[in-house]
């Protein structure tokens, strides 16, 4: 459904734009109906970049992003306006996606007249209610609210609620749990979930190893841009082959154990030395649906 390839992006830093600085290296991967893959890696690791051109918020510099086997950078106008029916993201901070000043109901009502200016009101309000009532929102409750007068999980729900408005099969979800309370995090990882099951791809890009383990079906850990490690993620978390990724799970804390960073250092460390020639190690298959750079 959706696929990367070869995928590169690269900025021009310094004085007249001399030098280059590669924020994505060659990253290939495919998302299938019903499937969570997580992004994970450490700031600077490219995930926002990746989620970005995925919604063609940036351009490529290399490589193509394909959608049902069109190149979504030949799309134009109507096709575009397509795409975005079925490509949407959500990202990390719920309030900055609304304007203070308005009601929420705007975004809906933006919806609306872009990609349903005929429906007549009554079968709109259906379809609005359903969408609500789909994330776990009761409209009474919602509807008719300033941005202030919600919580972040609701504003962040509101978000996916307006997404399923236009019958989506892909959604970005860039860290859209990191600036929720716990008690609402669980909340929306299970929202989710429920999307999964009713045949949504999810590209859900985190930091978090946790997170990323207990939703998704599929794991991309990125380094530096590259991908380091892929695969099934019960492999990828049950037998970690590349060092940066046995670096961030030695970094996690565990509760019956006292800290050391010996593991992390030493793991750390033995990550620096792969990428000693600066060079990108090629991806070997390790074991059945489960690729690492070891080469």
Known sequence: MLRLDHVTKTYRTGSFGSKRITAVNDVTFDVEPGQVLSLIGESGSGKTTIGRMILRLTPLSAGTISFDGTDVSTLR??????????????????????????????????????????????????????????????????????????????????????????????????????????????????????????????????????????????????????????????????DPRHPYTKMLLASVPHLHERWSGDAVERHSQAADDADASGKVAELVEVADDHLAAVG
């Open 77 to 238: 106008r109507h096709g575009l306006k397509d795409y975005y029916r079925g490509v949407q993201g959500v990202f990390q901070d719920p309030f900055s996606s609304y304007n203070p000043i308005f009601r929420i109901d705007r975004i809906f009502s933006m919806i609306r007249s872009g990609y349903f200016p005929h429906e007549d009101g009554r079968a709109w309000r259906s379809k609005l209610d359903a969408s609500l009532e789909a994330v776990g929102l009761t409209p009474g409750d919602v509807l008719g609210k300033f941005p202030h007068q919600l919580s972040g999980g609701q504003l962040q729900r509101l978000l996916v609620a307006r997404a399923l408005l236009l019958e989506i099969r892909i959604l970005v979800a860039d860290e859209i749990i990191s600036m929720l309370d716990a008690s609402t995090r669980i909340d929306v990882l299970n929202l989710l979930g429920d999307l999964k099951a009713r045949g949504l791809g999810i590209v859900f890009i985190t930091h978090d190893l946790s997170l990323g383990n207990y939703i998704s079906d599929r794991t991309v850990i990125l380094r530096r841009g590259a991908i380091v490690e892929m695969g099934a993620t019960e492999k990828v978390f049950g």
